[in-house]
């Protein structure tokens, strides 16, 4: 087989898209987009009193972690996050740490996302979407952080204000907080969407079908 790199001219124009593998393979190729288990997170029909300000599983932006860090510290404030991040990390019981996960979610108000792979040198400048994204609005909470710059992205999540997007150096974590906190109903209303959104079109069962 020849090496992948030997391919470099037909990727360059084609990054990240199906036609790349199309005309590599001359097969037809789709692409199918992640999901969650929307059953497991959903807030509803009993939806659970908010108590965890702001959830953060996983790969994180180390400026805006510290914010979140200093207002817990300093306010009546919850931020639950990983202490042990690694990915040598592994679960005793993947379905106790999977329960784990969903209750927490749907008890967030916010839940911390980032492209797949953020932060070292993995994702090579692809910009991709992680599972936290759909796990996130299915619990019904408000995505913050940043949204991947892909357009599969905005096909998936086709609406306003999908990701409220905070600065990388942190510098405004606390002031978007603050005036997002400052309208109740309109967190209400962008979090049934979410959910609503997520048991529409992203459980793995629209994946089968």
């Given at each position: 087989l020849r090496r992948l790199e030997d391919f470099d001219h037909i990727f360059q124009p084609f990054s990240g898209s199906v036609d790349a593998l199309n005309k590599l393979l001359n097969r037809p190729c789709h692409r199918l987009p992640h999901a969650a288990d929307v059953l497991?997170?959903?807030?509803?029909?009993?939806?659970?009193?908010?108590?965890?300000?702001?959830?953060?599983?996983?790969?994180?932006?180390?400026?805006?972690?510290?914010?979140?860090?200093?207002?817990?510290?300093?306010?009546?404030?919850?931020y639950m996050y990983d202490t042990l991040p690694s990915p040598l990390v592994r679960p005793s019981n993947p379905i106790e740490h999977r329960e784990m996960l969903a209750c927490a979610a749907r008890r967030s108000r916010f839940f911390i996302t980032y492209p797949a792979k953020f932060g070292d040198g993995e994702a090579h400048g692809q910009s991709e979407i992680g599972a936290r994204y759909f796990e996130g609005i299915a619990a019904g909470a408000i995505l913050l952080g940043q949204a991947p710059a892909t357009p599969a992205f905005r096909h998936d999540f086709p609406w306003p204000d999908a990701v409220v997007q905070l600065n990388a150096d942190g510098s405004d974590t606390a002031e978007v907080l603050a005036e997002l906190s400052r309208r109740p109903e309109e967190l209400t209303r962008l979090g049934v969407r979410n959910a609503v959104a997520a048991l529409r079109r992203h459980d793995w069962a629209h994946r089968w079908s």
């Open positions: 497991r997170f959903t807030p509803g029909p009993k939806t659970p009193a908010r108590v965890i300000d702001v959830l953060s599983i996983g790969r994180r932006c180390e400026p805006v972690h510290q914010v979140l860090r200093r207002l817990a510290a300093a306010q009546d404030f919850f």
